[in-house]
């Protein structure tokens, strides 16, 4: 399955069945509190109950993911943010060595090839330059086996976001 999770509505995006589209902008997504239920008293599962316990098994069993968020502050803009924050129940509580690093260990999740396209006007060299260094920590905890972080205007957006969901049927 491919999953194209964006903070904004694309109007006129066109999807496969097998493949989702989620517009954060129309869920009603609540703030991770930070209470680890989803590794202690439900296991697997967040203990809100909203729109994110939906979403987060989706992006657990996507093989390709698409990302289109605004930049903000060389980081995904809230909505975006918050969504990631709440998938934290696809991962355990437990630790393991990976690439070097400590990371979680996952909790039936795909390696994914993900794009992450981060839109925005007249954003400085040294904020995508941030975002870049983000994007590449929270690959290996999100199980990115490949990724790309796009830089898009805000006009331009649609097309893109268009070109590479095209890609995926090539």
Not at 2 to 31: F, H, T, V, W
Request: net charge positive.
């Amino acid at each position: 399955m491919n999953l194209l999770m964006s903070d904004r509505p694309l109007p006129g995006i066109q999807m496969k069945e097998a493949d989702r589209y989620i517009d954060l902008s129309r869920l009603k997504i609540r703030n991770c509190v930070g209470c680890f239920g989803c590794w202690v008293k439900t296991p697997g599962k967040c203990v809100i109950r909203d729109d994110a316990v939906t979403v987060y098994p989706l992006i657990a069993y996507s093989s390709r993911v698409i990302y289109v968020t605004r930049l903000y502050c060389g980081c995904y803009d809230l909505p975006m943010k918050i969504m990631l924050e709440r998938a934290i129940p696809v991962q355990q509580a437990f630790i393991r060595l990976y690439h070097g690093q400590t990371h979680h260990i996952q909790r039936e999740v795909k390696p994914k090839d993900a794009i992450i396209i981060a839109y925005g006007d007249a954003v400085p060299k040294e904020e995508q330059e941030l975002f870049r260094r983000l994007v590449a920590r929270n690959a290996h905890n999100m199980l990115f086996q490949s990724w790309r972080v796009i830089f898009a205007k805000e006009a331009e957006l649609f097309s893109v976001v268009y070109r590479e969901v095209c890609a995926w049927d090539a």
